[in-house]
């Protein structure tokens, strides 16, 4: 009964090539976000998106991007990928709406290498 | 200082109570979460407490929340060596809008 996945678990790509990662969820949740994990670190937010509005952060490089087409996928676009992108990336999804914000719940990340 | 700190590592026997401990800063979060990492996997919602609570009690896992000196813990009674994976305290201040990490303490549980 898994409520948020993540496909493939485990995704390698060449150095340059694009690469896609997929999220889906069976919450119904109106918030959708990825994180990128580097080893022994926290997660870090790239972007989220509240309903169909997308929120990027600062700092996330224009070399991701992401979609989301309906409410159940979000998908992480890599578009020219680096050595220094190699790391695992998780999905979340939380409710969210004028008067509160409830917890996130993630899926169980894809481990992106770079060849 | 950090916005979230943790301590880095924890080691226990099998049995005993383990503390994990956290500071934080920011006091205008609604909630305070735990967060388990397990090797190779995601993070899996643990816990949570309402910040106007001072104790939060689950089976096995107790949750502390002093208000006043910005302090949470987690309380894990009888740890099993299932319990060896990586504890993440995280909070939403209000400014911040999204979730901001501890930096994670690693729980070893020896038999």
């Known amino acids: 009964d898994a409520m948020v996945i993540q496909n493939p678990r485990y995704q390698v790509t060449q150095f340059g090539k694009p690469v896609t990662l997929s999220c889906s969820q069976t919450?119904?949740?109106?918030?959708m976000y990825w994180y990128q994990q580097k080893s022994s670190q926290a997660p870090k937010l790239l972007f989220h998106?509240?309903?169909?509005?997308?929120?990027n952060e600062a700092d996330t490089p224009d070399n991701f991007q992401s979609r989301r087409p309906n409410t159940s996928f979000c998908f992480l676009d890599i578009r020219s990928p680096g050595l220094g992108d190699a790391a695992m990336y998780l999905c979340a999804t939380s409710r969210r709406d004028s008067t509160s914000n409830q917890p996130q719940h993630f899926g169980d990340g894809t481990r992106l290498s770079i060849l | 200082g950090e916005d979230v700190e943790q301590s880095l590592f924890l080691s226990v026997r099998e049995g005993d109570s383990s503390v994990i401990n956290c500071t934080y800063t920011d006091s205008s979060s609604t909630y305070l979460y735990w967060y388990k990492q397990e090797p190779g996997a995601g993070l899996q919602l643990l816990t949570y407490?309402?910040?106007?609570?001072d104790m939060k009690q689950d089976q096995r896992l107790t949750v502390l929340l002093n208000k006043k000196d910005k302090h949470l813990s987690l309380r894990i009674a009888d740890t099993q060596t299932g319990d060896s994976a990586i504890y993440f305290c995280a909070e939403i201040p209000l400014r911040r809008g999204k979730l901001i990490f501890g930096q994670g303490t690693e729980l070893s549980v020896k038999p």
């Open positions: 919450l119904n949740h109106n918030v």
């Open positions: 407490i309402f910040s106007n609570m």
């Open positions: 998106y509240y309903d169909k509005d997308f929120n």
